[in-house]
């Protein structure tokens, strides 16, 4: 079984993403783009510290009809979001398992 992690990675537009992945490696919360690394790893810093709070995501559902969820800051900014997923139930797992992992996963960074 793999560990949780943050992968730090840039994007054909120069911009540096992380995303973070559950202990299967699946993808489970993705950012927005930063134009430095730095910003990139304070992202990560706050997806620790507001990750383990259940106030802080909020469920969506999407015009397909399929459910995702973002992670906010203590001033309601999007820090990260989810995949797609089929149904609430699905979704909500997602929140849990960036609950569960958030806080101990390690960073790597592909970008070097």
């Given at each position: 079984?793999?560990h949780?992690?943050?992968?730090?990675?840039?994007?054909?537009n120069?911009?540096?993403y992380?995303?973070?992945?559950?202990?299967?490696g699946?993808?489970?919360?993705?950012?927005?783009?930063?134009?430095?690394?730095?910003?990139?790893?304070n992202g990560?810093?706050?997806v620790?510290?507001n990750g383990?709070?259940?106030?802080r995501?909020?469920?969506?559902?999407a015009?397909?009809?399929?459910?995702?969820f973002?992670?906010?800051?203590a001033?309601k900014?999007?820090?990260?979001?989810?995949?797609?997923y089929?149904?609430?139930?699905?979704?909500?797992?997602?929140i849990?398992a960036?609950?569960?992992?958030?806080?101990?996963a390690?960073?790597?960074?592909?970008?070097?």
């Amino acid at each position: 079984m793999k560990h949780p992690k943050f992968q730090i990675y840039q994007g054909n537009n120069e911009k540096h993403y992380f995303r973070l992945t559950a202990r299967n490696g699946q993808n489970i919360l993705s950012s927005q783009g930063y134009a430095s690394k730095a910003s990139c790893k304070n992202g990560i810093e706050s997806v620790k510290n507001n990750g383990t709070s259940a106030d802080r995501f909020e469920m969506k559902e999407a015009a397909n009809g399929k459910f995702y969820f973002n992670l906010l800051a203590a001033n309601k900014q999007v820090i990260g979001k989810s995949q797609m997923y089929a149904n609430k139930q699905t979704c909500q797992s997602g929140i849990e398992a960036v609950q569960r992992v958030a806080a101990e996963a390690g960073v790597e960074d592909t970008t070097v």
